[in-house]
C-alpha cells in the first residue's frame, strides 16, 4: 500500500552541497556545448576527416557509457564524494592534454580519457543528491536545479566558447573546465559528505568490469558503423559478440552475492520505464543537435559566437521546464507531464523539418525552444524516478544507469543520427552535383560539407558557387529528414509513456526508503 514519505527534511548544508555538486553538471555540459562549436575550426587545424570528426564527438560519450556502471559501483564501495575528488582531478589534467593536442588522433585519445573522468563525475553526483535529499518533494526539486545547472553550461558554454574562438586557439576552449575542477576541490572536502554503502565489500568483481565494456564497446562501434558505411560482417560480427557478452554478464551477476550491478532494480516499472525514456531521448537530441549547430554555421553562415548566442534561448526554456517539472507533476500526475512535454519535444523538431527546407535563424530557434522546452521537465522526472526507485545504498548504480543510458543514447545519436545525415548528404550531393565539376574536387565535396567550403573556392568561374549552394541544400535535407525521424519517435514515446507509467504517484506519495529496499532486496 501506497503511503506518505517521511523521510528528513534536508537543510542548509545540503543546499549548499548542492551548489558544490552543480560544478562537475556545469563542467560537463560546458564541454559538450564548446566541442560542437568547436567541431569546424579544430578539425581544419588538426585535418581531421569525416570520421575522426564522429570519433573526436564519440569517444568521450562511448567511454562515458563504457565505464558508469563500473564508477557508479565503485563510488557506492569506496565513497561517493572521495570518486568524484578522483575524476574531478583526472578531468581538469585531460582538459589540459586535449587542449594542446596536436593531431586528430591526439585529441580522441585525450577525449577518451576525459571520457573516463566524467565517468566517475556523473553517478557521484546524482547518487550524492540521493543521499543529501531524502524528501521525495526536496530530491525532485535539487534534481531539476542539477539539470538547470547543466542547461545553463549549455548555455553559458556557446557563449563563452564562441567568444574564446573569436580571438584564439580552438584549444582554450578545452581549458575551461580546469578553473572549474579547481574550485570543486577546494570546496568539495568541506561541504559535501562522504557516503559509501556498508553493503558492499569494497572490493570489485574484475570480471564483471570486462564483461560490461565487452558489452558496451563492440555494440556500439558496430551499430556507429553500420550506421556510417551500411551492412557489413565487421560491424554485424561486433554488435552479436556485444550480445554475446551482455547475455554473460547478467548471468554473472545473478550468481555473485555483491554484483557490479544489481539487476533486481529492473523490477520497478518507473525504474525500468524513465531509463528507456532517457535512452531514446539522448540519442535524438544527440544526432539532431549536432547537425543542427553544424546547420547554422556551414549553411545560414553564423559565427562560432553567433551560434552560442542563438542557442542560448532553448538552454533557458529547458531550465524553466526542469525548474517547473515537480509542480506540474503534482498537479497533473508524472506521466501526462512527461507525455505531454514529448509532444511539445516532437512539435519542435517538427519545425526545425522545415527549418531545413526553409532556413533562417528565427525558424531554427523557435524549433529548439520548443524541443528542449518539452524536453526539461520529461527528463527532469525520468531522473527522479531512478533515484526514487532505488534504495538509497544502491544510489550509486542506479544513478551510473541513468546516466549510461542518457550517455549512450547521446552517443548512439551522434553516431546514428549523424551517420545517417553523412549518407544522405552524400547520396543528394551526388544526385544534384553541378555539370562541369571535376571528380576529384566532387569526391572531396561529398566527404563532408566542411569539405565543400573548402574545395569550392578553387573551382573556376560559377562552379565554386554552385558545388556550394547543392552542398548546403544537400545537408538541409538530411537534417529535415532526421528532425522528422526524431519528431516521430517521440511522438511514439509519449504514447508509451501515459500508458506504461499512467499509475506512478507524483513525489511525496511514493514507497519509503523501507518500502524500496523490500521491494529491490
Known amino acids: 500500500m501506497k503511503t506518505t514519505q517521511t523521510n528528513p527534511r534536508a537543510g542548509r548544508r545540503e543546499w549548499l552541497g548542492l551548489a558544490v555538486l552543480a560544478l562537475p553538471t556545469l563542467l560537463q555540459s560546458l564541454d559538450i556545448s564548446v566541442l560542437y562549436l568547436a567541431l569546424p575550426t579544430l578539425s581544419a587545424d588538426l585535418g581531421a576527416n569525416g570520421t575522426q570528426q564522429l570519433w573526436i564527438l564519440d569517444s568521450y560519450g562511448f567511454m562515458i557509457a563504457g565505464f558508469l556502471v563500473t564508477m557508479g559501483s565503485l563510488g557506492d564501495r569506496i565513497g561517493r564524494r572521495r570518486l568524484l575528488l578522483v575524476g574531478a582531478a583526472a578531468f581538469g589534467v585531460a582538459s589540459v592534454v586535449a587542449a594542446f593536442a596536436t593531431g586528430p588522433v591526439t585529441l580522441i585519445l585525450a577525449r577518451a580519457l576525459l571520457g573516463l573522468a566524467a565517468a566517475t563525475l556523473m553517478p557521484s553526483t546524482l547518487a550524492l543528491i540521493s543521499t543529501m535529499f531524502r524528501d521525495a518533494t526536496q530530491r525532485g526539486l535539487a534534481v531539476a536545479v542539477w539539470m538547470s545547472c547543466f542547461m545553463a553550461g549549455t548555455a553559458i558554454g556557446p557563449v563563452v566558447g564562441g567568444a574564446l574562438l573569436e580571438h584564439f586557439w580552438w584549444g582554450s576552449a578545452f581549458l575551461l573546465g580546469v578553473p572549474v575542477m579547481v574550485l570543486l576541490l577546494a570546496v568539495g572536502p568541506v561541504l559535501l559528505p562522504e557516503h559509501r554503502s556498508d553493503g558492499h565489500s569494497g572490493r570489485i568483481d574484475l570480471a564483471s568490469v570486462a564483461l560490461s565494456l565487452a558489452t558496451v564497446l563492440p555494440v556500439v562501434y558496430g551499430i556507429k558503423e553500420l550506421a556510417r558505411d551500411g551492412v557489413a560482417a565487421v560491424p554485424v560480427l561486433a554488435v552479436v559478440v556485444g550480445a554475446g557478452f551482455g547475455v554473460a554478464f547478467v548471468r554473472r551477476q545473478n550468481r555473485l552475492a555483491d554484483p557490479l550491478l544489481d539487476l533486481a ?62 509542480r506540474l507533476a503534482g498537479r497533473f500526475g508524472p506521466a501526462q507531464v512527461m507525455a505531454g512535454g514529448l509532444v511539445l519535444a516532437a512539435a519542435g523538431l517538427a519545425v526545425l523539418a522545415v527549418a531545413g527546407q526553409s532556413g533562417g535563424v528565427s525558424v531554427t530557434v523557435l524549433g529548439l525552444v520548443l524541443t528542449h522546452a518539452g524536453l526539461g521537465p520529461t527528463m527532469a522526472l525520468t531522473i527522479g524516478m531512478v533515484l526514487g526507485a532505488a534504495p538509497e545504498r544502491k544510489a550509486g548504480a542506479a544513478s551510473a544507469l541513468s546516466e549510461t543510458g542518457g550517455e549512450l543514447g547521446i552517443a548512439m545519436g551522434v553516431a546514428v543520427l549523424g551517420s545517417l545525415g553523412v549518407a544522405l548528404y552524400r547520396a543528394q550531393l551526388a544526385g544534384g552535383m553541378p555539370a562541369g565539376v571535376p571528380a576529384e574536387a566532387a569526391d572531396a565535396a561529398r566527404e563532408s560539407l566542411a569539405a565543400a567550403q573548402k574545395v569550392a573556392p578553387t573551382l573556376p568561374g560559377h562552379l565554386g558557387a554552385d558545388l556550394l549552394a547543392a552542398a548546403q541544400q544537400a545537408f538541409g535535407n538530411g537534417l529535415t529528414v532526421t528532425a522528422g525521424l526524431g519528431a516521430a519517435l517521440f511522438v511514439g514515446l509519449a504514447v508509451l509513456t501515459a500508458r506504461r507509467l499512467r499509475s506512478v504517484a507524483p513525489a511525496g506519495h511514493e514507497e519509503p526508503a523501507e518500502e524500496r529496499e523490500l521491494v529491490a532486496a
Do not use: K, W
Open 265 to 326: 532494480l529492473f523490477r520497478r516499472r518507473e525504474f525500468t520505464a524513465a531509463l528507456a525514456i532517457g535512452l531514446v531521448a539522448g540519442a535524438v537530441m544527440g544526432g539532431t543537435v549536432l547537425l543542427v549547430t553544424q546547420y547554422l554555421q556551414q549553411v545560414l553562415g553564423l559565427s562560432p559566437l553567433h551560434t552560442g548566442l542563438v542557442e542560448v534561448p532553448q538552454a533557458v526554456a529547458m531550465t524553466i521546464g526542469s525548474l517547473t517539472a515537480a
